[in-house]
């Protein structure tokens, strides 16, 4: 399936190569050598963060309002056209509220939590592609980078459960780190099939090497691997339907529970950004990323990540909660036999018919 | 050109090499004083990533471009792995039974 | 004049240098064990930022995915499994403080002197040609494929033992 991308080097395909080389050209006419370089990327990375900002909060307005229409209701209308300003009256109440350190907490770790479980949910940006060529920098180990920066938050969540002095929020704590380190092992295996089917871990690489055929199209393997991906994906965000730990008619709000305001927030903004950066990656690694006909790139990959988004809160809002021991034996008993048989048929079907996925 | 700057400037391979022996020693002092078992086991921990850093600064600065510095330095963080399992299982066992993880509360040995 | 790039790779080894360092050291006097134990995770950060500045990418992933994300969880669930209902002091007497330090402050001189005096056959970066993944790949398929079986039967053997072991009866 050869798919047709616009012409690669048209203002409205690529607008951000031209702006980047005017920047550099204006600065580099007056500053010494890497300091354009370093400015232009800062500046690249204020932007991206900005546009990771605004999607997150369409994000806690477009779920509540997805949610409601599943549920036979309106979701938030009122506060501007359609509700469009709700997530801004949502920011601006977390920020006014006070944030409440209690008397049996431990103060370092308790306010340092949320920033542990947020940095690497933005670092994860810095290597995705919106388009060819945009990405704040492409690196040889894209993949491993990305599952790496996804094993990091679970020891902001234990931080968090065991510096509220709550214990609930410790019990909270640890079943959702037991979670996330049991989800992550499905989710590294299964991430090996993108790799094996393009022969490289940069992410750049596996969106090019989708230009004939998307990996989802590569027929034994392909449609397994996204449905584990996106299962265990959506386990290691706690979303629904693995949200026990932070359910909040079964254990106050898990890890979560003695923290208000920005606090809050931080941890809030995180889930968000984690569950968009999942169907993100599942755009890239399964969907083709940024190829589609006629329109720009960064805009098929905006509608691929939000469509994934779509399907995550559409799961939220029809599944019920999983309970615990069903959660985990999912994970042990199912995922990861799945998950490396799979990797097991690719690698064989790799080696036995060799160029049939354009490696 | 590099080699006109004064020493410390470009990181040479004894940069690397005394990082990895202060991280050395300093887990040594950990593994040497402390009582807590899970404190010890945190140094010994510690002296591994000194001895990470040794490997990985020779395999930069090698004779060859096989990396055996870093692939050995992947078999130190698999051993690592499995001496944490098992040492935090058996202080999980002790603990059942003496509910106490100090290492001289379960010296039974006389003398 | 352009700032060269070695002034920031320099700088940026000096940082992570000091703040691996800093997390060792206060790993050993911090006073409450979870501390230590977040301690532990800033050495283990620090150290995955210096194995990118000396160009083991790979290694620097594969670092904080398994010590931070995996053996860093392991160790703080048996933080929590064994709660003391006293923080006894933990060093057993400044004797024994002033001889570990005395110890282990010897071994750190007499490696410095070494490493310092020796001649090292090249202290130059070794240019590579291949990516590190691959070179990686290469060796532990072909010239390291024993040691490699060897390290999975190992892992197997010690998660069946910690079962086992830390198993309720």
Redesign the interface.
Known sequence: MNVLVCPPDTFICDPFRPIWGAGYALLSAFL????PTVVLTALTIVVLFTIVAVIVMSQTLAERRIVGFMQGRLGPNRVGPQGLLQPIADALKLVLKEIIVPYQA?RV?FLLAPFVILVPSLIIWAVIPWGPGLSVTD???GV??I???G??P??GI??AG?ASGNKYA?LGG?RS?AQL?SY?IPL?IIAMVPVLLAGS?SLRRIVEAQTDRWFILALPVGPVAMLLFLIAGIAEVNRSPFDLPEAESEIIAGFHTEYSGMAWGLFYLAEYANAFAVSALTAILFFGGWMGPLLPPFIWFFLKAYLGFFVIVWIRSTLPRMRYDQLMQLAWKVAIPIALITVGVTAIGISLFPGVVGY | MPSALPPPYPITLQHGLILGAMLFAIGMVGALTKRNAITILMSIEVMFNGVIVTFVSFARHAQTTDLIGQIFAIFIITVAAADAAVGLAIVIAIYRLRHTVRVDAVDTLQG | ???P?EF?VAGGFYTFAALAVAGAIGLILARRV??SA?FL?LTLSSVAAELVILGA??LA??Q??VY???I??LI??GI?LTPQQVELPDIGGPGQALAGVLVAGAILIVSTVVIATSRWPRSTPTPMDK???ETIGHGLFNAFVLPFEIASILLVVAMIGAIVIAREE
Request: charged share 10%; no cysteine; glycine share 2%.
């Open positions: 010494p050598e890497p300091v431990d770790p690196l040889d180990i491993l980078f599952l790496a920066m094993a990091l679970t020891i234990l931080m065991w410790l640890m780190a380190i992550e590294v871990m | 004049m352009s700032i790039v920031l979870f501390h977040l995770v990418d790979f992933a594969v904080v995915l931070v994300g995996a860093m969880v703080i669930f929590m990516s590190t993944t």
